[in-house]
T-cell receptor
């Protein structure tokens, strides 16, 4: 597609519920990143894929967070047993040829 | 570790005023430096970048110069417009675009 697409745009989850956030990257972009942006803060790195390989997951805050990109295109970020501190905007980005990152509009997750 | 510090906002300016948003960084090696902008209701987008010392990035009237001696990358614009109202993020990447590290963001209001 023309840009990075994320769905849903907004998600309200009850505490303890599992959620899945989807990222459709720009076609042909090899690198894909997930970031978490808390209110009033800058994005913080969660994890990085090169094609289907997850090369860095050092930013995932706990083992409740899991990301996959099985065919090297669409990626899903899953959060199990959501907690209130998981409330944030989750951003997906892909990297173009000149190392410029292209961001999706994000998914705003609110855990109640 | 690598980090970015930028001036706290919000910054409120009148139209046609001069803008400076300070940004300093800590990094090993020679990072690339970026300014990203987030307009209301939109995603982050790259505003400008510089990949080595003394490079000047520029776009839409905004400029920033990569100063290795002061580890700074301050954003400037000579005459702001209402349409420049947004949140501005300074960022660095030590390995091209991999694992970009962002500052906390500075909100700009132009009235």
């Amino acid at each position: 597609g023309a840009g990075v697409s994320q769905s849903p745009r907004y998600k309200v989850a009850k505490r303890g519920q599992d959620v899945a956030l989807r990222c459709d990257p720009i076609s042909g972009h090899v690198s894909l990143f997930w970031y978490q942006q808390a209110l009033g803060q800058g994005p913080e790195f969660l994890t990085y894929f090169q094609n289907e390989a997850q090369l860095d997951k050092s930013g995932l805050p706990s083992d409740r967070f899991f990301a996959e990109r099985p065919e090297g295109s669409v990626s899903t970020l899953k959060i199990q047993r959501t907690q209130q501190e998981d409330s944030a905007v989750y951003l997906c980005a892909t990297e173009g040829r000149n190392t410029e990152a292209f961001f999706g509009q994000g998914t705003r997750l609110t855990v109640v | 570790g690598n980090s970015v510090t930028q001036m706290e906002g919000p910054v409120t300016l009148s139209e046609e005023a001069f803008l400076t948003i300070n940004c300093t960084y800590t990094a090993t090696g020679y990072p690339s430096l970026f300014w990203y902008v987030q307009y209301p209701g939109e995603g982050l987008q790259l505003l400008l970048k510089a990949t080595k010392a003394d490079d000047k990035g520029s776009n839409k009237g905004f400029e920033a110069t990569y100063r290795k001696e002061t580890t700074s990358f301050h954003l400037e614009k000579g005459s702001v417009q209402v349409s420049d109202s947004a949140v501005y993020f300074c960022a660095l990447s030590a390995y091209g675009g991999f694992k970009t590290i962002f500052g906390a963001g500075t909100r700009l209001f132009v009235k």
